[in-house]
């Protein structure tokens, strides 16, 4: 039954036929419609009526949908081991067939895959339709897929509503522990407490996360979460921990890492090693591994801000000349315009740009940029002798803390 209410409830929702039209077509009256739709057991006869009134036929047998239910299943496991590049071969595959996938029972556990892989690809605008119609059958699911529903739900708010990414990870959390939902949920929930300043209970689900990410052999999650504690070891002043968990990451060669990953641990590097004032390590890194990750704006923007703290402005100016801003990455964005406006001693818009910047790195639950942000900007006020004013931006953190 679980299956045929939502295949009614997706196919109405696709096709914007209205309850009392659809009861009106099959001769049975809307409440008996909203009995079949509440998930209650109704005459099959009636059901089957249904469906064929809407051109659809339930095959439960056909070895055509077992097999599009298999790969689901593969598509649900590469997804929780990250493996971008089968998830696309298994979506590119399903999707030749969503019209005999929305005509079969599988119809609900093919959105739910469409939507996991839309999560992992962070596809915002496709993600963000097909999360309204899976919350209007979230009764509808098995305990199992409502459990990894609310994974990938939580995950697709992870960037823009920390409560309902928290909210969906406790949900995961309180229902029963299985095998690649359970340990993300328990880094993603460790991600939310860090944001919260809270690093007594980040580093508790993420040391849990960890030990299940190992026992399930899910080595580029476990990637994940130790470059995660290399973020709370720098947010607690222990830096060199830091450098040493990221550094390790970037030289072992078992564990294939997607390149943007390698690019965010070296800017971790990188931005661990200015907020430890150590500017030549800075120059020595990118060197480093300059031969194992493809330098990026933000790379070279971060290198640019050494070599203005080495006192070797015609170098920063070479470099930052290069780089330009990414709207998909306001952090990014937001310190190659500081660089910039440090470099033409542009004091007024530099201080314009780190009242911004400080907003948005709180709202994000940054620490570690809204603190190198609000060094910089209280050093501005302070060269005006306006002491007043950097202590009030020095009490933002304070507070937030």
């Known amino acids: 039954m679980k299956q045929v209410n939502a295949l009614i409830r997706i196919t109405r929702l696709k096709k914007g036929i209205k309850a009392a039209a659809l009861a009106h077509e099959c001769n049975i009256t809307a409440s008996y419609l909203s009995q079949i739709e509440s998930g209650k057991e109704v005459d099959p006869a009636i059901t089957s009526k249904i469906l064929r009134q809407l051109g659809i036929e339930i095959k439960k047998n056909n070895r055509q949908v077992q097999k599009y239910d298999r790969m689901m299943d593969d598509l649900i496991h590469a997804a929780a081991y990250y493996d971008q590049a089968r998830v696309k071969e298994l979506i590119d595959q399903l999707a030749k067939s969503e019209a005999v996938l929305m005509e079969s029972e599988l119809a609900l556990k093919w959105m739910l895959t469409t939507f996991i892989a839309q999560v992992l690809n962070k596809n915002n605008g496709a993600m963000k339709e097909t999360r309204e119609i899976l919350k209007k059958c979230v009764k509808l699911f098995t305990p199992e897929l409502l459990q990894i529903y609310y994974l990938y739900l939580g995950m697709s708010f992870a960037n823009s509503r920390s409560d309902l990414f928290k909210e969906s990870m406790l949900k995961v959390l309180g229902m029963k522990e299985r095998e690649s939902v359970t340990s993300i949920a328990h880094y993603n929930l460790a991600i939310c407490y860090a944001r919260e300043n809270n690093h007594f209970l980040a580093d508790k689900h993420n040391l849990k996360a960890q030990r299940a990410f190992l026992d399930e052999q ?22 060199e921990e830091a450098l040493e968990i990221s550094c390790s990451i970037l030289d072992q060669t078992t564990i294939k890492i997607p390149l943007y990953q390698r690019q965010q641990v070296l800017h971790n590097i990188l931005f661990t090693c200015i907020l430890a004032k150590r500017y030549e390590d800075v120059q020595r890194y990118c060197v480093q ?17 050494a070599f203005i703290k080495l006192n070797r402005p015609q170098e920063a100016e070479v470099l930052i000349q290069s780089c330009t801003p990414d709207k998909n990455d306001p952090f990014a964005s937001h310190f190659i315009a500081i660089v910039h406006l440090t470099l033409a001693q542009d004091e007024a818009g530099l201080q314009r740009l780190l009242i911004q910047f400080q907003k948005f790195a709180l709202k994000a639950g940054n620490d570690l940029s809204a603190k190198f942000i609000t060094d910089l900007l209280c050093e501005t006020y302070i060269r005006k002798n306006n002491y007043s004013k950097a202590v009030y931006y020095q009490n933002r953190i304070a507070r937030k803390n």
């Open 218 to 239: 899910n080595y580029l999650r476990l990637i994940f979460s130790k470059s995660f504690e290399a973020v709370l070891y720098s947010e607690n002043g222990m830096m």
């Open 289 to 305: 591994y300059s031969s194992s990750v493809e330098l990026n704006d933000f790379h070279r923007a971060l290198q640019a801000w």
